[in-house]
């Protein structure tokens, strides 16, 4: 990025954000304004993806919401963005969990996620990996 823009648009980004990834479940709470009053709305779901970065970062939440797939897609740095809570964490084998959208039901809110074997201390690693 060009140091310029990057030096304006500075003061602009978020440090008191969460480090949420692809895959967690997380609950965004934006500020929406009717008329002259203001509140908070709450948005809850799954981070199906994130891109850009910088100021121009993203993310996209995925919901199922009366049997229908809703996603919404938010600037990190918007400051309609009140906070952002991690309700669930997860480590997924991809960048971008697009494949949810052809989910239907339970299926669509389960995550694919790595596995991990775990290694004792102080045991041979031939004996942990055949257990």
């Known amino acids: 990025m ?9 003061p602009q980004l978020k440090n008191d954000l969460p480090a949420f990834k692809v895959g967690d479940g997380v609950r965004v709470h934006t500020k929406v304004r009717e008329g ?3 509140r908070i709305q709450v948005f809850s779901g799954i981070v199906i993806a994130r ?6 970062e993203s993310f996209t939440v995925r919901r199922i919401s009366y049997g229908e797939g809703v996603e919404r897609v938010f600037p990190v740095n918007s400051p309609n963005i009140e906070k952002i809570e991690i309700e ?6 991809r960048a971008r969990l697009y494949y949810l959208r052809a989910r239907v039901g339970k299926k669509a809110v ?14 041979p690693a031939a004996a942990t990996a055949k257990a």
């Open 2 to 10: 060009n140091p310029i823009i990057k030096e304006i648009t500075a």
């Open 36 to 38: 002259d009053k203001e």
């Open 51 to 56: 891109k850009g970065h910088g100021i121009h």
């Open 88 to 93: 669930r964490e997860s480590q997924t084998m």
């Open 110 to 123: 389960q995550v694919k996620e790595k596995r991990w074997i775990k290694v004792l201390a102080g045991a």
